[in-house]
């Protein structure tokens, strides 16, 4: 089974012209190579597997899967999926809806996709000191993270603020870059909360993408508790929890630690994604559910970001 992530689905805005985004033509096209290619594994296949560990006959089918909840996710790809009779797993980090405010991770999106890399790069380090950057991971997060795929700038910009940066600092050292250059975050940014609800009436499942999207592996693991648990209770609210499932902020075996697995287990989560480019396969049920590997969708044809 290939389970494949997706971001950003939605059409060519020029107030954004540095976006990384998949062109929803493009997404169509990637859909129609998938059904040729490989076909789509249903819900109920899924679930044989998830509870049981049952493989499908045909061990090559495809899952969707879409992160972070981005109301492209429902004015674009939802109808897709919808005209094609074919289902998804979104994944949506629950703070934005009680905050009401975007994440930092986004926030940096937008910014890169809105400015120059070198331009922010240069802004930031004018706002920066040792005493932010306490992590003492920096050589590791540095050779797993934005590897041969960043403009020139914008790698070192995400890589200082989604890594190295404390917490305590980082969403006062964006928010003052962004007045800097006169930028405003833009409203309506996530799916609304009622078109959660129409999406998993229809057949989507929804799982937790923590609360407010930090790396794991920086938190304690009181702190990764909080972050899983809420985001749970959030979407039992709301009644869009026919099952657990998660998905680990950042992706990657440097984003996540024992603990978080600890935690995923204790809450009976069904399964959990990572991102780890394989095939998912029978031995994952016993030592991998809850860091199942994914695909980034521009490993495949007409999957790459415009």
């Known amino acids: 089974m290939k389970a494949i992530m997706y971001h950003y689905v939605r059409e060519h805005n020029t107030k954004y ?17 998938f059904k040729e290619e490989f076909g789509f594994l249903s819900k109920q296949d899924w679930d044989k597997f998830t509870n049981s560990g049952i493989m499908p006959e045909n061990p090559s089918q495809i899952i969707l899967t879409f992160d972070d909840a981005m109301s492209c996710h429902f004015d ?41 890399g070198k331009e922010l790069h240069d802004l930031l380090l004018q706002r920066i000191n040792k005493e ?37 600092y980082r969403q006062n050292v964006i928010d003052n870059i962004a007045k800097t250059l006169s930028f405003e975050f833009p409203k309506n940014f996530y799916v609304k909360k009622e078109n959660l609800k129409v999406m998993a009436d229809k057949g989507m499942v929804l799982g937790s993408h923590t ?3 930090p790396l794991m592996s920086k938190l304690s693991k009181t702190e990764q508790a909080e972050q899983i648990k809420s985001s749970f209770q959030f979407l039992d609210n709301i009644g869009c929890t026919d099952i657990k499932t998660y998905c680990h902020p950042y992706g990657g075996f440097h984003s996540f ?11 009976e989560v069904a399964y959990s994604f990572n991102v780890d480019s394989r095939d998912i396969n029978e031995n994952d049920f016993e030592q991998s559910k809850q860091y199942l590997p994914r695909y980034d969708c521009n490993e495949f044809d007409f999957g790459k970001a415009s």
Request: charged share 25%; with cysteine.
């Open 17 to 33: 012209p540095n976006f990384r985004y998949l062109d929803i033509g493009n997404f169509r096209k990637q859909l129609d190579f």
């Open 76 to 116: 674009y790809v939802f109808p897709e999926l919808i005209n094609r009779n074919l289902w998804g797993i979104f994944y949506i980090p629950t703070g934005p809806y009680q905050s009401g405010q975007i994440l930092d991770v986004h926030k940096i999106h937008l910014l890169c996709g809105a400015f120059d």
């Open 132 to 168: 932010m950057i306490p992590d003492t991971r920096r050589k590791e997060f540095h050779s797993e993270t934005y590897k041969d795929k960043e403009y020139i700038g914008v790698a070192e910009f995400k890589r200082i603020l989604n890594y190295f940066i404390s917490y305590k």
């Open 211 to 213: 609360v407010d999207h």
């Open 257 to 267: 630690d024992k603990h978080t697995i600890d935690i995923l287990h204790l809450e």
